[in-house]
């Protein structure tokens, strides 16, 4: 009888956390899953710490091959995952006891939703790691499907490790695509892209830990450019799916580094009318012929899409307030992008 659940899990130079992460799923509350550890060359004695702790449980089963890297393990569990759903875990973190059964529970009440995440607990050091703990509490901020999908364009909404999603999305989108890009957030727009709602359950159910080898931190494929080249044609096709193709595009953020994150949008939509910033000594000035202006001298919502890249922390916020307060719906007259 094949598994509710699979739980896929790659596994690279991981000796010292794997087996938590296995014995988490050793103590969920839901009982009908298996769980799909992808050895990928690990030197460290990692796929032999996963199998000390899944102790002989047969639902663990652990696959060595050559080092390929966390797409190639990822899409080889998807191809050994024999669950109707399937639920993505790293080799560092911890899923609470009731993560499973309440993933299930969810994706089981609302047939509209493909894949949920849940609240996320950060379990690194807020001090030392003070920005990391931020993003996982904004994460934390999206509720329901609505405001995940709003949120896609500013960074991946909810924890890539944190997904349950039905097996048919793998098999209709494909999974993992290989490239100079962030894995987890283009596989994750494409599905948003096709139609996907991507729901949460309103409970801490993970903690994820912050290991100083984290892909993020270290590779080059998770560095700031790569997320805006990677959101840039998916973004312009949501802005035309929302009817306003023919607007102009006008970038919240006249500084140079707001001005370089628009620049892949700008090659797959269309060049920049112009520019708003808060600065004063900023307005009035031409830049590259477009011309910088207040945001109490915005360009009317029918002629203008506004795209923000102001990564500024709490900026978005205070953005999308001023928006709203001016009539401007999210989504459609203006997205933020940072």
Sequence with gaps: MMPRVSVVMPCFNAAASVGRAVRSVLGQTLDDWELVVVDDGSDDGSAEAAEAAADGDERVRVWRRDHEGVVGAS???????????IARMDADDVSLPERLEKQVGLLDAAGDLGAVSCLTRFAGNEVEAGGYAHHVAWTNEAASAEEIALRRFV???VP?????YR???????????DGGFPEDYEMVLRWLDGGVRIGRVAEVLYDWHDPPGRLSRTDERYAMMAFHETKAPYLARA????????????????GRPARKCAR??????????????ADPAKVGRVIHGRVVVSAEDLPTAERAVIVSYVGT?????????????AGRVEGVDFWLAA
């Excluded at 097996?167 to 695509?177: A, D, H, K, Q, T």
């Excluded at 709490?314 to 953005?319: C, M, N, S, T």
């Design 264 to 277: 892949p949008l700008e090659a797959a939509w269309k060049p920049a009318s112009g520019f708003i910033d």
């Design 160 to 164: 890539h490790p944190t997904l349950m």
């Design 75 to 85: 899409n080889f569990g998807f191809g050994r995952a024999r669950g109707e759903l």
């Design 239 to 254: 802005i035309e799916a929302a009817g306003c193709g023919d607007r102009e595009l006008w970038i919240c953020g006249a």
């Design 313 to 325: 922390r709490g900026a978005g916020g205070r953005i999308r307030a001023q928006l709203c307060a």
């Design 167 to 177: 097996r048919e999305l793998v098999e209709r989108f494909g999974g993992y695509r």
């Design 155 to 157: 960074d991946l909404p």
